[in-house]
């Protein structure tokens, strides 16, 4: 505590507690501003979304949301064909698929390396599997993009089988639902937030659990696994978030845009929506016109906005309460 | 523990480190693939021609000295050093601030606080919602300015401005961050009862108790988030597309735009391996001066 315990009767320490709260009660509004711009413009019409700013819709309407949802019969634009559950069912398998190897993958390597290999394996394990997290990401953006295009070879040249003419087997997952997944499966970083709660769980309980003829795994499902829920709450939400905003390597792989996620598609929205329509005035683009007739523009867009951060939000809200305990958790030294 | 270890533990212990290494094995080899080999590769397409029909040849240091001869060049590294600072000038403080002044308030306060705090907003979502503030014509912030009786801007439109448009949202969406807070309430309360006996007030309890305790943790976020706002790419990319002009346009998206919109993929790499140095020797810097132990 900075300010102690026994002064706070006191008026000018009483004045400072509240100068910070009014401080952090600025921030939190500050912060709260964009949902409610989100949410009030979603439910305007669109003579009222730059007349009424702040305030709540004079006259609310669904009309942003029933456009939004009736994209492909209303929409000539090449980038508006598919309904929009297209992209948050691409978004839902992508998200789900990748954080359930992650979390997976990842629990198991730093359950291993905290207890199950020698000290001197273990931290050289450990620089392997971390040290990738240290390199800055861009520089394996063009190979990755080039192993996905013939994997495993990242080279136009696919060499031949030595003593024959036939060239390895290789494949293109370009335009593909694994053209996501497959470079996203494993993140360093949750090895590093497992390997620091299992770190803290003491060996003599699992020391026993071998006496008792528990097998390796047994202990892993009966005694870590329980005792680790907000580890792995934590993890959960964690990648659960990075997933389901993740923007440009799917923005780089996917070419077909049914399969692309929400994520992109609510930027291609954008695009066509305010970047033609609203930045320039008076437009003759017929979709954008056909959009402002039926009362959507950013209204539509907030509409979009809203929907895409419902997943998220509802992660919040499951999550909540292992989060505020996760704030306990020694992840880092 | 080192008694002589008879031959049933001695066993036990190999079936230990058998599946130790069992259930790591699809993950070593996941981590070689899309871990590792990109890098190295990254190393050896930079100097070769990728056509995208015919075979790659080893060109030597060409991709180099296109990358170099390049007029954007310095452009795209002034837009995302400018971007850097800015960023971190701004936003990086913040955090920090609001966590050290969030555990002063009384319990069930920082439960409200923090759940209000934490609520999240999806990346695209903050992103759209402030295009749309600075828009010119409607934007809120034109609103303002003119209600104010003030000259309205141009916002993401101005050369000028539009970094510091892309860098204002930080400002506000931002969490206090969980690590800040772990690592204030690992200080032990009685560093700051002595400090108080040696006459620190609240300025003083936070320039010699709270500050070193978290350096480390600054150092390492300040490390973290040096690397990714160098890496910046998807604000310039929704709310400007690096314009006007290339005004906005950062090194990633130089990256993004030479190798996957003119398939170009050795210049990008090239580039991207320039850049590579240029942020390892950043971490190098900082991890030489930012010695990371206090407890000496």
Known sequence: MLIPEVGRKKFHVRLVIGIITGFLWLGIILHLIPFWWMITTSFKPYYEVFSTSFLPPRHPTLVAYKLIFSIPATARDVSLVYPLWVYLKNSAIYTGTIMFFQIVGTALVAYSLSKLQSPRWSRLLFLFFIGTMLIPGQISLIPRYLIISHFPFPTKHIPNIP?????FPHHNFLNSYWAVILPMLFSPFYVLLFKGFFDGIPNELINAARLDGSSEMG??????????????????YFSFS?????FMWPLIVLQNQKLYPISVQLYMIQRVLSHRGMTTTGTTDPDVLRF????????????????????????FIIFREQLMKGIKLRGFK | MRKKPDKAVKKQLAHIRRVGWVTILPQLIYQGIFGWF???VAFIIAFQTFRIIGPSTFTGWDNFKIVFSDPLLPVVFKNTIYY???????TFVVPIIVAILLLEMRKSMIRVMMLLWFIPISGMAGIIIWKMWYNVNYGLFNQILSALGLPTLRWLN????????????GLILFAPGLIYIASLQGIPQELYESAELEGCGFWGKIWYVTLPRMRPIIAMMLLLSVISKMQVFNEPMVMTGGGPGYASRSVVMQIYFRAFQS???GEGTALSVIFFFILMALIYIQRKYFKEDIDK
């Open chain 2, 38 to 40: 990109p890098i190295l």
């Open chain 1, 219 to 236: 202990i892993f499902r009966r005694i870590i696994l329980p005792l680790s829920k907000p580890v792995f709450a934590v993890v959960s």
């Open chain 2, 263 to 265: 398939l170009k993929f």
């Open chain 2, 158 to 169: 101005e050369p000028h401005l539009v970094i510091l448009c892309l860098v204002l949202p």
């Open chain 1, 242 to 246: 990075a997933i389901w905003n993740e």
């Open chain 1, 163 to 167: 003593f024959t003419n036939i060239a």
């Open chain 2, 84 to 90: 850097t600072i800015l960023s971190l000038a701004l």
């Open chain 1, 292 to 315: 402002l007739e039926a009362g959507t523009g950013y209204n539509g867009l907030m509409a979009l906005a809203i929907i895409e951060s419902i997943p998220v939000f509802i992660m």
